[in-house]
């Protein structure tokens, strides 16, 4: 199937761990971008990158990390979890010269 | 500072009404205004899109409206179906195909049978 695709789609851990959560797509896309959506549903932009190149890095803690090792690609690595970054992680994409985004399933972190 | 105001947070609406959305932007730069449509446990899902150059764009039963004067915009979902019952994002986005979207808060409709 032709999509966006992360890994995992769940990830519970505790207070002071690191973790990764996957993105991928295979539509071809030059442009990918990581979302966060907190508890009340509000989206917000965090990072994007254009073929590998970081692009838009918003007011994330500087424990957030993307990675994007191919343009197909695009990771999140996380340090020091807190309780406040409990929410779903969306990884999108989108075609050169296109506007239209395109969301993967999302990631729900859980840090207890 | 928002920059997208979505409103109303919630809609019910019985079958076979119409459903309104509405959102209101600030950043005159935006040049693209999609409309994301989410089902619990998915990701956003493009429904329609419109660019500040037309007024309205039609796809089945889902019209955009716009308003470049007033800077506003609205979803409207006709013929609302239970199948419809989601959650609604408006959003904007300028800078071309870089350009990140900057999303409202959300509507969750509610379709009764």
């Known amino acids: 199937d032709t999509a966006v695709s992360q890994t995992p789609k769940y990830l519970v851990t505790q207070m002071g761990n690191d973790k990764s959560i996957k993105c991928e797509q295979n539509l071809g896309h030059d442009t990918m971008y990581w979302y966060k959506q907190d508890s009340k549903k509000f989206l917000k932009i965090m990072f994007s990158y254009n073929n590998k190149e970081l692009i838009i890095n918003e007011t994330v803690p500087n424990r957030f990390s993307p990675k994007s090792p191919d343009k197909a690609h695009l990771n999140l690595h996380i340090n020091s979890l807190e309780l406040g970054d409990s929410a779903v992680y969306f990884c999108?994409?989108?075609?050169?010269?296109?506007?239209?985004?395109?969301f993967g399933p999302g990631t729900r972190l859980t840090v207890t | 500072q928002q920059q997208v105001k979505q409103s109303p947070q919630s809609l019910i609406v019985q079958k076979g009404g119409i459903s309104i959305i509405n959102c209101a932007y600030e950043?005159?730069?935006?040049?693209?205004f999609p409309w994301y449509q989410q089902f619990p446990g998915k990701g956003p899902a493009l429904l329609i899109a419109i660019r500040p150059d037309v007024s309205e764009k039609k796809e089945g039963r889902f019209t955009i409206s716009f308003n470049k004067s007033a800077k506003q915009f609205s979803l409207h979902i006709m013929d609302s179906q239970p199948g419809d019952s989601a959650t609604y994002f408006c959003?904007?986005?300028?800078?071309?195909?870089?350009?990140?979207?900057?999303f409202g808060k959300g509507t969750k409709l509610s379709v009764k049978p």
């Open positions: 950043n005159t730069a935006f040049d693209y």
């Open positions: 959003a904007a986005s300028s800078g071309g195909s870089q350009g990140n979207l900057i």
């Open positions: 999108a994409s989108n075609p050169a010269g296109g506007r239209e985004q395109y």
